[in-house]
């Protein structure tokens, strides 16, 4: 069964800059999306960020346009979550998702089903 592993949270000050990784492994196909959650003790979990693995498409929520960037390595084993500009909002356990099947809410953590233990990330001011 598929299984995911981040690593890369750490804490920065704000404007700075982490790059966070979510492996992938003990799957005998890629899931078709692969995504970037992230939940605070006061918020529901949010979508940051989706990459579809067939073709390197792209999709960000409306916070962190611009500022993170998701892609993926040529083995299609590992999806990085590069973060440049960080603000002390982005504070937050981030934990990269996995589906198999084609949907368009590429950012709903309601779509997916397989889900790493997730990495903190702390931004100070």
């Known amino acids: 069964q598929l299984q995911l592993a981040e690593s890369g949270g750490g804490s920065v000050q704000a404007g700075g800059s982490l790059r966070l990784s979510c492996a992938l492994s003990a799957y005998t196909k890629p899931p078709l999306y692969v995504a970037w959650f992230r939940q605070t003790p006061e918020n529901e979990r949010e979508g940051v960020a989706a990459?579809?693995?067939?073709?390197?498409?792209?999709y960000y929520g409306d916070s962190v346009q611009g500022r993170f960037t998701i892609a993926q390595d040529n083995t299609e084993s590992t999806v990085v979550l590069q973060m440049d500009n960080l603000k002390v909002e982005d504070t937050a356990m981030y934990t990269c998702?996995?589906?198999?099947?084609?949907?368009?809410?590429?950012?709903?953590?309601?779509?997916?089903?397989?889900w790493g233990l997730g990495t903190q990330v702390t931004v100070s001011s």
């Open positions: 990459i579809d693995t067939r073709n390197g498409a792209t």
């Open positions: 998702g996995a589906r198999f099947g084609i949907t368009p809410s590429r950012l709903d953590p309601k779509k997916y089903a397989y």
